[in-house]
């Protein structure tokens, strides 16, 4: 998508003409992902490459990009969730990726969100599962997560929604910063602490499989915890919207066993101060055949990502669709 940041000032002033549908809109379209070494990125560019249709472009029916007509998507590298919903409630995300229960805590303004509402918020759809890696070195493992007690484990980053959820996790087993050497990495970062011998673990949620810890398998090896049914209910009960989910075996060398694990959705959000017509046009381009064979052909998470599964638990997570694509929903037949 590089290209997209080097035309001319000219060229994208000229992008909407007075009395489009999206002329009150931002041109550039900005979608908040994660780290590089991480799922939300390369996900949010498939996604933004599919919203897609900058000026002057092919159309639809003749091989071009098929999008929101003069919509420039860009997928930005940031710290993740929390950075997300903020920047999106801020105005300085139009979009973003985030975890399902960050999202719902920051949008009602509960937990360590108390008081601080981000009212902003809306759902465009749930993308797919986001499993919790728990990473070790190779030949280590732990009984649960009460093992992790003075050990260098990390945490993800600040802004993430990882961190948030792992904290309560670990508190359940009575492990906290005061007594594990924490810290706070992203996921390329941890794998390459862990491969050096710099930390004991790191946690990481993600849809597999993660580049960076492919890398990691592949290269010094590594160990992913799998939960007890117990400890999976268990972290159900503290945190909801993590559910028992499960890693195959093979999807990374050497881990050729089946992995429980809680798992969180990812969700597309964007703000409710863009138009319906803006997202409803998104939304619409997000579903087009032209989006799924991006989806199919990139990130081995995109074949997840569907529309019959896009209301998958949004309705009872207490944060709203955004008028545009709940009018999608209903046009096609997938919201009563």
Not at 7 to 23: D, I, N, P
Not at 144 to 160: E, F, N, W, Y
Not at 262 to 281: C, F, K, M, N, Q
């Amino acid at each position: 998508m590089s290209f997209m940041t080097k035309m001319s000032a000219a060229l994208v002033a000229a992008t909407l003409t007075a009395g489009t549908a999206y002329a009150q809109d931002p041109t550039f379209f900005r979608i908040g992902t994660g780290g590089a070494g991480g799922t939300y990125f390369p996900i949010g560019g498939t996604i933004a490459n599919g919203i897609s249709a900058p000026p002057g472009s092919r159309p639809c029916e003749e091989g071009g990009q098929c999008g929101v007509p003069g919509l420039i998507a860009i997928a930005q590298s940031t710290t993740a969730s929390v950075f997300n919903n903020s920047a999106v409630q801020n105005g300085e995300l139009e979009a973003g990726l985030a975890a399902a229960d960050v999202t719902r805590s920051m949008y009602l303004g509960e937990g360590k969100f108390e008081g601080k509402p981000h009212p902003n918020l809306r759902i465009v759809a749930n993308l797919y599962p986001e499993d919790l890696h728990l990473v070790m070195p190779k030949g280590t493992s732990i009984n649960d997560l009460g093992d992790l007690a003075d050990k260098r484990v990390g945490i993800a980053q600040a802004g993430s929604g990882t961190q948030v959820a792992v904290l309560q996790m670990l508190n359940e087993w009575g492990v906290t910063r005061d007594n594990m050497d924490e810290a706070e990495l992203n996921n390329s970062q941890s794998a390459e602490r862990l491969a050096d011998g710099q930390i004991d673990a790191y946690f990481y949620a993600a849809g597999w499989p993660v580049s960076a810890m492919v890398q990691l398998a592949s290269t010094k090896g590594m160990e992913l915890h799998s939960f007890s049914e117990e400890d999976l209910a268990k972290i159900n009960e503290v945190i909801p919207a993590y559910i028992p989910s499960k890693i195959p075996a093979g999807v990374y060398d050497g881990v050729d066993y089946e992995v429980h694990t809680p798992a969180v959705s990812a969700l597309l959000i964007v703000s409710s101060e863009l138009s319906d017509d803006l997202v409803y046009g998104i939304t619409k381009a997000l579903w087009n055949d032209n989006t799924r064979k991006l989806l199919d052909n990139g990130h081995a998470k995109g074949k997840q990502i569907t529309a019959e599964t896009a209301l998958d638990g949004v309705t009872n997570l207490g944060v709203p669709l955004h008028p545009g694509a709940e009018r999608f929903y209903k046009e096609a037949g997938l919201l009563n």
